[in-house]
């Protein structure tokens, strides 16, 4: 999809890609002096709607038509929001962030879709972490009980070593390939309460994580998560938690999207029918793209954010999740996606960068992220780590690709404006760090993992 395009990358890049059998395209547009781009006074606009923008970002995207002349006429109707955060480190090793947007607005809602995973799968281990007296942690097992007709239980885990569930191979498969099974089950584990007390209290005031993914069911049926048992090896019961349900009541919205839909989707049940009005979000999931970058930060530099707004994890835990957000699926063992790189290439949740690259991937750059879409949006929030040329930068992004305005039809431009805007936008600040002057090398060798394979 990108034949009608060149294949804009630094000279790293294109090494590792060479390698691999793919030559690089001749370049059709100049190369641009990003580093002195961003060196311009920063001139941070705020406009009526409340949205902000740092002038230096467009000027940076105004330099490569080809790929941004829509982004910036569409930016309104495309929703489209970045998030940019410079690292720079002292001697001492303590880094220094500035944070730059695009048309960044918390109260523009876009569906995040499977970006919720990713605070979820902190509170699971956080749980766990105030659980511990029980003697459970991510790698007991846990079987989910059915409580209520429209539930389903868990007993067993083929995907796992052992063939149990466990907390450890839930994270492992959001992580790597987004599984939405698997945070349906950790969001049973935890509670709707439990989940949105804790984002409310670490200062994610707007957050609402309001009900399951890919399942039908009702707002009233989401409110309800299941019993749940945890055992240990010898099937003895640990700890029991009982059926929860969450009485409480949220702060109302007025969330809509595009001018119509079509019922009969996999959250619909009332026939395929055109509604020729936007699509009521209210009820559905809700973060917004600077509480996600926020959340990512706080893992990635947790001593960057207040004491409030950090998760109560262990050095182990957070060892545990940068591996996975980092590992590709090509190279996992358990769950077993290595059986199947048709449907799990190493870039499949990796959007930023490599937008829907199939090949293989420079063995020196690791992405550290969440990917999530549906409805139209596609949304990535990355840290993006090359080890050999010592960059490192925070970037997160949302595009609305619907053109026709109508939801539930599955006729959405991931492929021709979604996936290409994140793999340039990653491009170019990478070529922006790369050239980049640092008075200090920072030391990324904790971020450099054993992975499966």
């Not at 907390?167 to 349906?184: F, T």
């Amino acid at each position: 999809m990108y034949s009608k395009y060149c294949c804009f990358i630094t000279a790293c890049l294109l090494c590792c890609f060479c390698a691999v059998g793919q030559k690089p395209k001749k370049e059709i547009i100049a190369k641009v002096d990003t580093v002195n781009i961003l060196k311009t006074n920063t001139s941070t606009m705020v406009v009526a709607d409340n949205s902000r923008t740092d002038s230096i970002l467009v000027k940076l995207l105004e330099q490569y038509p080809p790929y941004f002349d829509g982004i910036l006429k569409n930016r309104k109707q495309w929703n489209v929001q970045i998030i940019y955060t410079q690292i720079d480190k002292g001697a001492n090793g303590i880094p220094a962030l500035k944070n730059y947007y695009f048309n960044v607005n918390p109260d523009n809602y876009f569906y995040p879709a499977s970006t919720v995973k990713l605070p979820i799968c902190l509170l699971a281990l956080q749980r766990l972490n105030e659980l511990k007296q029980t003697g459970i942690d991510k790698n007991t097992t846990m079987i989910t009980e059915q409580s209520q007709p429209c539930q389903t239980a868990v007993y067993n885990d083929p995907t796992s070593p052992d063939g149990k569930p466990a907390v450890a191979n839930y994270i492992k498969k959001i992580l790597m390939v987004s599984d939405n099974d698997a945070y349906n089950r950790l969001y049973e584990f935890l509670g709707r309460r439990y989940i949105n007390e804790q984002l409310h209290q670490k200062g994610y005031a707007n957050a609402q994580v309001l009900h399951r993914l890919s399942i039908p069911l009702t707002e009233e049926q989401n409110r309800a998560t299941n019993s749940i048992n945890f055992l240990d090896n010898s099937n003895r019961l640990l700890y029991k938690q009982p059926m929860q349900y969450d009485s409480s009541q949220y702060a109302k919205r007025k969330d809509s999207l595009g001018k119509g839909y079509l019922t009969g989707g996999k959250d619909y049940y009332n026939g395929e029918q055109l509604i020729n009005n936007p699509m009521n979000f209210s009820n559905k999931n809700r973060i917004s793209l600077l509480e996600l970058h926020n959340i990512l930060l706080s893992i990635i530099y947790p001593e960057k954010v207040s004491g409030s707004q950090r998760f109560n994890i262990t050095a182990d835990d957070r060892n545990f999740l940068l591996k996975y957000m980092s590992q590709y699926p090509t190279e996992s063992t358990f769950p077993p996606y290595t059986a199947d790189t048709a449907t799990y290439w190493p870039a499949y949740c990796k959007f930023l960068l490599f937008g829907s690259a199939k090949g293989e991937l420079p063995k020196n750059i690791r992405i550290f992220n969440k990917v999530g879409d549906a409805y139209g949006q596609l949304t990535d929030v990355a840290y993006v780590v090359d080890f050999d040329k010592k960059i490192e930068f925070f970037l997160s992004a949302t595009i609305y690709c619907n053109g026709d305005g109508i939801l539930n039809d599955d006729k959405y431009e991931y492929d021709t404006i979604g996936l290409p805007f994140m793999k340039h936008l990653g491009e170019i600040f990478y070529q922006h760090e790369l050239e980049r002057k640092k008075k200090t090398e920072p030391d990324l060798s904790p971020l450099i993992f054993k992975y499966d394979k």
